[in-house]
């Protein structure tokens, strides 16, 4: 408490119009305040960038609201516990929760979850943390695949996909991946994609229809729009889409245009649309967490990170994210590991 | 065999641009030929009208082809059996099967299903066809309702949407139906559904929050277009759509709109949309009929019929259909009851 509570912290200086601009942040010194009964203070090592706080400048959603100009950018991050107050969490605990883009935050003990490092530190916040166990919950609770399915993942190269997708191949699935650029397509073939498709290069449809040519079984969807359309359009009967984000939705001001497929192809092929959220998995975390961590150590999982230095390189690389610039998951480290 | 085989028929003239209208059908009398190995000949007695087949008429759907002109139009019919050829179909068998709109068929004993009625003959092309069918499964089995739900009835007063209406009410759900007349609103809420919108006169989005405070928790959606959309916005958490159709579609040259909640409401809302087809179910319609069969019986579900007299008739009534016309399931009679 005292001193060091005061730090840098990110905030957003104006709502956006259009697409999110370095312009719309400001780094700023973070004013000091005690504790309050409850509160812990928490100095962050690592921020998790994720594309779906983008929508929460556009009003929020049905599971936390919007924000506003002044706001600090709210993001998860690992953190240590540097004054634990009246709570029962010592100092040196290692916690996850939502902090913002700050140095030190004051948060109550309860919205922390304190964590046990397995492998390196980062692994919590990739494919330990949220956007593994989104691939995992989704791709085998939601999707549901079977052996020998063909498995399209959009988004392929990001934190989600590239996990969705190499669990998918170790569940004996035919895995077609769609990406940005030449260079992550390789990098995708190499962790066990059996196709990827550069949608900047190639025709979309045309390629789907090569590259799945008995449809697609499980669609993972974390971009909506024109590639769900796509899809939609090559899905096999009985197919399912497991509806996990809506990317190309995010960084716009612009209406969703609509999925044209809806309802007329989900019903001519029985097909299976199903949104989640990783927050309703909570009590089967750890379970899953025991099985991806065997998978790393048994060198079965390729791990993506970007850890980029530096709290005020935060908003360059959030907004490049957006662009779909990151190859695995992409944080930004605060402080060193302990 | 033979001169019974003649009989009228009604040919699509030409395929319709824009609203399908009584223009673009000719009554006519079909050519006799003789019965091919497997063949029965069949005598129309009911036609079944169904907006779904609307939908062949640009170019057919993933379970059957697309229509020409000079095709018989395309239904299915209870018949008798009037020649059974070479097959083990015996004269005076009741058959049901697509036999399209014409008094005689000559059509393969293989692809007709022998019925057995219980009740009057027709109820086995509405609450025992593939109407009261459809909203069986597609209401128990895909929406899933549980008692104190709030289930969404999208075409209430149509074949299938006055069924699900019932079905949900005798489940404990609290009903509410979306119809296009308040004639039709008042004979829905006299068959037990809680609350009933007018679309034609109401404004949906004031009327969907008024009638559903706390979401639908089940859409059975036969409609697609603005009311799907409007149903997204109003779903609870973890609702259900169940898509039967999209007869916003159907009577339209026009390429769909999409739906724009997906996949953005359908991740945050965590929602399941789900396609079904009844045929699907085949192997167990026994059970299924057994069951409503028995509610009927007991008084416990109102039948909605509507039957016209005279294949003549067919295409007005079908137009007319298409525009919402009916009230209950609109069939064609085309031959007395035996």
């Known amino acids: 408490m005292g001193d060091s509570q005061a730090g840098r912290e990110v905030q957003i200086s104006a709502l956006p119009r259009g697409r999110l601009t370095v312009d719309q942040f400001a780094l700023v010194t973070g004013a000091r305040r005690a504790l309050r009964p409850g509160e812990v203070l928490c100095r962050t090592i690592l921020i998790s960038l994720d594309p779906v ?12 609201g919007g924000l506003r100009a002044g706001d600090v950018m709210p993001g998860f991050a690992i953190a240590e516990v540097v004054d634990g107050g009246e709570t029962a969490l010592e100092p040196g605990t290692l916690v996850f929760g939502e902090l913002g ?28 943390g949220l956007t593994g166990l989104t691939a995992y919950f989704g791709l085998l609770e939601v999707g549901r695949p079977e052996a020998g399915d063909t498995v399209l993942v959009s988004a392929a190269a990001g934190a989600t996909g590239n996990v969705v997708g190499q669990l998918a191949q170790r569940h004996g699935c035919r895995v077609v991946g769609v ?51 796509a899809c939609l359009a090559r899905m096999a009967v009985g ?36 949104g989640f959220v990783v ?29 980029i230095d530096g ?28």
Not at 109 to 125: K, T
Request: hydrophobic share 40%.
């Open 53 to 64: 706080n983008r929508g929460l400048m556009r009003g929020g959603s049905d599971y936390r």
């Open 101 to 128: 883009w700050r140095e030190f935050a004051a948060v109550r003990a309860d919205d922390l979850l304190p964590i046990a490092p397995r492998g390196p530190l980062s692994h919590q916040m990739s494919v330990l």
């Open 179 to 229: 990406t940005g650029s030449d260079a992550k397509a390789e990098v995708l073939r190499r962790t066990g994609f059996d196709a990827v498709i550069n949608r900047r290069r190639e025709d979309l449809r045309s390629e789907l229809r090569r590259h799945c040519p008995d449809g697609i079984d499980v669609y993972f969807d974390s971009v909506g729009g024109k590639l769900l359309d």
């Open 239 to 274: 197919g399912r889409v497991v509806c996990c984000g809506a990317l190309s939705e995010y960084d716009t001001d612009e209406a969703a245009v609509g999925a044209r497929g809806v309802p007329g192809l989900v019903v001519s092929k029985r097909l299976r649309l199903e």
């Open 279 to 307: 927050l309703d998995y909570r009590d089967h975390w750890p379970e899953a967490r025991e099985q991806i961590a065997s998978w790393i150590e048994a060198g079965e999982l390729t791990v993506l990170e970007e850890i």
């Open 311 to 338: 709290l005020e390189q935060a908003p360059a690389a959030y907004v490049d994210l957006l662009a779909g610039g990151n190859l695995g998951k992409r944080m930004i480290r605060v402080a060193p590991d302990p």
